[in-house]
């Protein structure tokens, strides 16, 4: 049975910690579908098209095995719609156990043909995240080497000129 996984996220914006896991998903997965999916409890930085745009900057456009998508549903309903079988979440630190396993069951309860498959994610980013990439990077501070140019370069772009930063 072909492999097909799901890399769900928020990616306001796109990481190298996501670029890592979606690097060595590729070596595991015969198809892998990177999607910018919906998450009720987040305000976002980036639109939809945004974030989308970035993904397909850093990655590449679809080909065969790698597909960018966006879906404003259920992650399970998308799972079915496009007959994947795996849902794949990087994990960081500890505090990402909780909420990773609580989604995790959940969606097996809504969906128990999909299975939830985490990686660690490599370990120089373990304690970035977009969000603290997003707060550095709206007082000035430097997200160089966390984030790939074209996405530093969109985050300077969306914060202007650094504010609060004290000399
Ligand atoms: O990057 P994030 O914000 O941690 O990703 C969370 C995301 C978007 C994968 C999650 O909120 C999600 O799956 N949203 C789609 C709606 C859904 O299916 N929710 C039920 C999960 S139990």
Request: proline residues 3%; contains cysteine.
């Amino acid at each position: 049975m072909k492999k097909v996984a799901i890399y769900p996220g928020s990616f306001d914006p796109i990481t190298y910690g996501h670029m890592d896991i979606i690097t060595r998903a590729l070596n595991m997965f015969d198809e892998l579908i990177v999607l910018v999916a919906y998450n009720p409890n987040k305000h976002y930085l980036f639109s939809v098209e945004e974030r989308v745009e970035m993904i397909y900057e850093v990655v590449g456009k679809n080909n065969g095995q790698l597909r960018i998508d966006s879906y404003s549903g259920l992650l399970v309903d998308y799972a079915k719609k496009v007959g994947a079988n795996v849902i794949l979440r990087g994990l960081r630190a500890v505090s990402d156990f909780e909420y990773e396993f609580q989604m995790a069951l959940m969606n097996r309860r809504m969906n128990k043909d999909v299975e939830t498959v985490f990686l660690m994610t490599g370990y120089q980013w373990f304690y970035t995240s977009s969000n603290l990439i997003k707060q550095a990077a709206c007082m000035g501070g430097s997200v160089k080497g966390l984030v790939p140019d074209i996405v530093n370069k969109k985050l300077m772009e969306k914060f202007g000129r650094p504010k609060g930063r004290v000399k």
